[in-house]
């Protein structure tokens, strides 16, 4: 409609805009500063991007898979790779076994997500295959037809763009390689991705304050744990009920099923529609619809905690109380690690940016919003009933 409706001359404009933005940190430092002045109005972000991280992101997109072997041997190294995998499985196989307890799932739909889950990928740390991060032979292999001059650093980043696309268009008809990763090692994220059916954890998301393989399990499950929860229930939110077990995108719940998640999900939508966000003074309210899949998520990484303990299977049992802690429960601990994963400072123009466009709810509201319809939360903190934090009425689908 938008193309339909534009003139000629406001799509090229566009184009054009796209291709400049695209290739913006490859030109000179005066359309930079040109560039992050407009940014800076949509933002609120003050001055260009420092050089240096600039570089660093471009050398992580083209070259992510080496950087990251320097980083892994730095920052990842040990046992982290092991007790983080054991650590994911542990959650994936608790909301596993709990699917017996959702009630709205009929015995298809609860057979069905079953299936999704032992079919899921779990990618953790770093490539080991296409190539291996940890073998500079592989490595070696990988690049062996880009062309890199070390004076040309604009066409390298185009030569980079010619190199991706014709690797992509080799693989026109062939099977998928569920082994590739999508990010470099380094990156700050997680991600769950629809299509394959998978979950990726690089080791820069497995990282101290998030996760450290020798620090008491409540803190790692609160916090990276967490995490894991949240993007595995991306499978069964409200996108990821559109997609099977393999990716592919069609319809594998029922009629019944399909309509018991629409009326869970509506209260969801009733209880964040009342929700608000103080930016300049001004009460603004969340979009609930926009932020529903990110809004559903539980912290299914309690349970699994919980029962990591007592079953063989699991994580080893390592909940020491924490010094200078003493009267604070290694349970009231597992949420406190949860919710100062969102502790941020942002500006008051990037606060309205992201209530327009982002998917997820303000920081605060990723704390109050998800705790307060946690039953286990209200009891480890004896919240009275009825009281903000734990309501008569909690919205949980999962």
């Not at 304050?209 to 894991?228: C, E, F, K, Q, W």
């Not at 899949?293 to 049992?317: C, D, L, Q, R």
Request: glycine content about 6%; aromatic content about 10%.
């Amino acid at each position: 409609d938008v193309l339909t409706s534009s003139s000629p001359q406001a799509v090229q404009g566009f184009l054009i805009w796209r291709i400049i933005t695209r290739n913006i940190n490859f030109l000179p430092d005066y359309y930079r500063k040109l560039f992050s002045l407009i940014q800076g109005k949509i933002s609120g972000a003050k001055g260009a991007e420092p050089r240096m991280e600039m570089c660093l992101a471009l050398a992580d997109e083209a070259m992510g898979p080496i950087l990251g072997r320097y980083f892994v041997l730095q920052h990842f190294g040990g046992n982290s790779q092991q007790l983080a995998n054991r650590l994911i499985s542990d959650i994936k196989r608790t909301f596993k076994n709990r699917l017996s307890g959702i009630k709205w799932l009929n015995q298809e739909g609860r057979d069905r997500a079953r299936e999704k889950i032992d079919h899921l990928v779990q990618k953790i740390g770093y490539s080991q295959k296409s190539p291996d991060t940890m073998s500079p032979d592989s490595l070696k292999k990988h690049y062996e037809h880009l062309e890199v001059d070390p004076y040309d650093h604009f066409g390298n980043a185009l030569r980079y763009r010619v190199w991706t696309f014709e690797n992509h268009f080799n693989r026109i008809g062939k099977p998928v390689d569920r082994e590739e990763w999508k990010d470099s090692p380094i990156t700050v994220n997680a991600f769950y991705n629809h299509r394959r059916n998978e979950i990726e954890f690089p080791a820069g998301i497995l990282q101290k304050p998030l996760y450290d393989a020798n620090r008491p399990d409540y803190l790692n499950y609160g916090a990276i744990g967490s995490i894991v929860g949240h993007e595995l229930t991306h499978g069964y939110d409200n996108k990821g009920s559109m997609f099977d077990k393999f990716g592919m995108q069609r319809q594998w719940w029922d009629d019944d099923t399909i309509n018991a998640f629409s009326e869970k999900t509506q209260c969801l939508v009733d209880q964040y529609s009342k929700l608000k966000v103080r930016i300049n003074k001004k009460d603004h309210a969340i979009n609930p619809k926009l932020t529903l899949g990110e809004n559903i998520a539980v912290i299914e990484a309690y349970h699994a905690w919980k029962n990591s303990s007592s079953s063989p299977e699991s994580f080893t049992g390592n909940n020491p109380q924490l010094p200078g802690m003493e009267n604070t429960t290694v349970e009231q601990l597992f949420f406190i690690s949860y919710a100062r994963m969102w502790c941020s400072n942002i500006q008051d123009t990037a606060s309205l940016h992201r209530l327009r466009i982002d998917t997820h709810s303000p920081d605060n509201h990723r704390v109050n919003g998800v705790l307060r319809n946690n039953r286990e939360f209200a009891e480890a903190f004896k919240c009275p009933l009825g009281s903000p934090m734990n309501p008569p009425k909690k919205c949980t689908i999962w």
